[in-house]
């Protein structure tokens, strides 16, 4: 069966600064690995997925994260934190066509 | 566009009630889900369905049933809620032929049981 595991479940950066959102997991089979942010008051919707074409995967807004196998990460990362990206964010890891969530780690930016 | 779509939105009910909540969609995709999420606890599984006449238990079916009434309609019954069913439920699609299967989700239905 496969886990997710995010680290930190509220983060909080200023303005302008690093965004780094950590995701570990588990998997006995290759997985499929996905970011997903939840505005307020609204449903998931996709930030970035893992494919195996490029460990480094770019998302939409600015987001990125890579896929470090030895580690068994897919950490997510924005080099400069806008006000708008405040929401919540979960990794997640599909196999066999189920989904499995990471608990959601709710990012504050500062002004 | 092509959307998912939940109703109601918002319901309020009382312990032992049934009640039924509804998605639809109009992606054309063949497989739907249900979820739901609970502060800090992300989102859990409850049922799946791969295509109509597939249905399948996720982690917390106990206590929810479910209909897939048409390609692109699936239903999520409490047959007696309780108060721990109070939660955010979504439902989700995605797309056989994705090989990613990659899921989108509906607004969420805000449940609370008295």
């Known amino acids: 069966a496969q886990s997710v595991t995010q680290l930190g479940s509220h983060v909080s950066v200023s303005e302008g600064a690093l965004v780094l959102l950590r995701c570990n997991y588990s998997s006995s089979v290759p997985p499929y690995l996905f970011w997903y942010v939840q505005y307020p008051n609204q449903g998931l919707q996709l930030l970035l997925k893992y494919t195996s074409a490029a460990t480094l995967v770019k998302g939409i807004n600015g987001f990125e994260a890579e896929f470090k196998k030895s580690e068994t990460s897919f950490h997510l990362t924005k080099p400069s934190a806008h006000m708008s990206d405040a929401a919540e964010y979960f990794c997640a890891v599909t196999v066999a066509g189920k989904s499995t969530f990471g608990d959601g780690t709710t990012l504050t930016v500062k002004p | 566009d092509a959307d998912v779509t939940q109703t109601p939105r918002n319901r309020i009910t009382k312990t032992g009630k049934r009640i039924m909540l509804e998605c639809s969609q109009t992606k054309g995709h063949d497989r739907m889900y249900w979820y739901r999420q609970d502060p800090g606890l992300g989102l859990r599984l409850i049922y799946y369905?791969?295509?109509?006449?597939?249905?399948n238990k996720g982690e917390i079916s106990d206590g929810y049933s479910v209909s897939r009434q048409a390609q692109a309609k699936f239903s999520l019954s409490l047959e007696s809620a309780i108060p721990n069913q109070t939660a955010l439920y979504f439902c989700?699609?995605?797309?056989?032929?994705?090989?990613?299967?990659?899921?989108?989700f509906g607004p969420g239905t805000r449940l609370l049981v008295l």
């Open positions: 369905s791969f295509d109509v006449k597939d249905i």
């Open positions: 989700a699609t995605s797309d056989r032929e994705d090989s990613w299967m990659t899921q989108y």
